[in-house]
């Protein structure tokens, strides 16, 4: 269980990572 939620949770933390800079990078241009 413990594994299977650290995973889902690096999935979101890097969905929203993504997001993130892609949000940034549009920002910047």
Do not use: H, P, Q, W
Not at 6 to 19: G, P
Request: net charge negative.
């Amino acid at each position: 269980m413990r594994i299977a939620d650290n995973a889902t949770n690096f999935c979101i933390m890097v969905k929203y990572l993504e997001e993130g800079l892609a949000g940034i990078a549009t920002i910047s241009l």
